[in-house]
């Protein structure tokens, strides 16, 4: 069964300081892992992309790494901003139907 | 960027009433539309997946005759709730999918419903 687990469910940081979010898979075959930040009644929005071959990928003060060997990704923000505080949603396609596969979300609250 | 518009963005109706949201692709052609649904603090729940001209894919356990999807052109998508009751209350999300499998998705804004 395609799963996307995700640690830790929610995180508190201080502004200014970084944290770093982990995604665990077991979706086969692997296409694509992607991750999205949803803001409180928004849809999803995407911040990073990463196909077999990548294994880091950045956008801004976000980088996202990926170990297809161990089936993990992280997502790394740096220098966090109030503005950081929202939902991070891991999203795994493969698995030969190429339906995505969405783990719960991490709930990030950057407290100033 | 690809950008999803979805209408109404809330709503608010009594039971038994019929709602319709709207899923369009503005800057490109979408020929794969997904609907979610997605309760308080979980992840997304795919719903459906509709192909353009071709009836829809419901997930096991999504009733079809209660949630109708339409996808009738490359840049629209409609959800249609039938006859809604108060547990029907959720946030609905659409996201479009230009080309094939290994293509992102794109999602809108999604739409807060109600039910009274």
């Known amino acids: 069964k395609n799963q996307v687990e995700q640690s830790p469910q929610s995180l508190i940081i201080l502004e200014g300081k970084n944290c770093t979010l982990q995604c665990n898979y077991t979706v086969s075959p692997f296409s694509n892992l992607r991750w999205y930040k949803q803001d409180t009644g928004r849809g999803p929005v995407s911040l990073t992309i990463?196909?077999?071959?990548?294994n880091t990928k950045s956008n801004g003060r976000y980088t996202a790494t990926l170990d297809a060997d161990t089936k993990q990704s992280s997502l790394h923000i740096t220098a966090s901003q109030l503005s950081d505080s929202a939902s991070y949603i891991c999203v795994v396609s493969g698995g030969g139907s190429y339906i995505p596969t969405f783990g719960r979300g991490t709930s990030l609250i950057v407290h100033p | 960027g690809a950008v999803v518009s979805q209408h109404p963005s809330w709503v608010i109706c009594k039971s038994g009433t019929s709602v319709k949201i709207e899923c369009r692709s503005l800057?490109?052609?979408?020929?794969?539309m997904f609907w979610y649904r997605q309760f308080p603090k979980q992840s997304l729940m795919l719903m459906a997946t509709?192909?353009?001209?071709?009836?829809?894919?419901?997930e096991q356990g999504v009733e079809k005759d209660k949630f109708l999807i339409n996808h009738a052109s490359l840049t629209l998508s409609t959800l249609t709730v039938t006859s809604a009751h108060p547990e029907d209350s959720s946030f609905y999300i659409c996201?479009?999918?230009?080309?094939?499998?290994?293509?992102?998705?794109?999602f809108g804004d999604g739409t807060r419903l109600s039910i009274l």
């Open positions: 800057d490109f052609q979408a020929t794969t």
């Open positions: 990463m196909t077999f071959s990548e």
């Open positions: 996201s479009a999918r230009g080309g094939g499998p290994g293509q992102p998705q794109h």
């Open positions: 509709s192909n353009e001209g071709s009836k829809a894919t419901y």
